[in-house]
């Protein structure tokens, strides 16, 4: 089975500082897809990006990028030019690409990280 | 973007009495839908697979007659939580997975407390 961990429980960032947020996995398949989600105080789930394991290159949307680094299963995010809308608990997801089982799809989430941002 | 629309937002209701909360895809079809449950400042511990046309795939230790799931069409899944207790109350979260693109987009969850 696949695990997903987040050593850091919370973060604390100053505003337009850049701050990175670790998560490492364990699995056994090589083609899969790693997610990094933002959920803010109103509890909605928000997709801040995605990475394919067969793309070498880091995946960056906007402030956000990530560092995969497949051989350790490591995958790290790191926000730029901090926002006080960036604060929110973040997860790391994990989802397997085989295409095949009841379960295709389905997520395996992190502990998350509560980020807070100081102005 | 595609939509997810969960209802309600959230509920109150009685100890031993059942709620149904409600996952809707609302501008793609979803041949999968997922239930999550999560406690304040935790993780999202997924409790059920939703394959339209055929039984729910529950995860180990998740009670299938307490949390009944049903995926009658492929925009709507159903969780039903029966003879709700007062250990029931959290929040509850569906997700759907895209048909074409296989992206996931979660609802807005439903928060319920049984009193």
């Known amino acids: 089975a696949q695990t997903v961990t987040q050593s850091q429980p919370e973060m604390s960032v100053q505003e337009a500082e850049t701050v990175t947020l670790s998560c490492t996995y364990d699995?056994?398949?090589?083609?899969?897809?790693l997610f990094w989600y933002k959920q803010p105080p109103s509890r909605q789930m928000i997709l801040v990006i995605r990475q394919e394991a067969y793309k070498q290159q880091n995946a960056t949307e906007n402030r956000f990028s990530v560092n995969f680094q497949k051989a350790a299963k490591s995958f790290s995010l790191k926000i730029s030019d901090s926002q006080l809308g960036d604060a929110a608990m973040y997860f790391c997801a994990y989802r397997s690409g085989n295409a095949g089982g009841t379960s295709y799809g389905k997520l395996t989430f992190g502990q998350g990280t509560i980020l807070t941002v100081h102005p | 973007g595609a939509v997810v629309s969960q209802h309600p937002s959230w509920v109150i209701c009685k100890s031993g009495t059942s709620v149904k909360i409600e996952c809707r895809s609302l501008d793609f079809q979803a041949t999968t839908m997922f239930w999550y449950r999560q406690f304040p400042k935790q993780s999202l511990m997924l409790m059920a697979t939703s394959n339209e046309g055929s039984k729910a795939t529950y995860e180990q230790g998740v009670e299938k007659d307490k949390f009944l799931i049903n995926h009658a069409s492929l925009t709507l899944s159903t969780l039903t939580v029966t003879s709700a207790h007062p250990e029931d109350s959290s929040f509850y979260i569906c997700?759907?997975?895209?048909?074409?693109?296989?992206?996931?987009?979660f609802g807005q969850g439903t928060r319920l407390t049984v009193v």
């Open positions: 699995t056994s398949e090589s083609d899969y897809y």
């Open positions: 997700s759907a997975l895209h048909a074409m693109n296989t992206e996931a987009f």
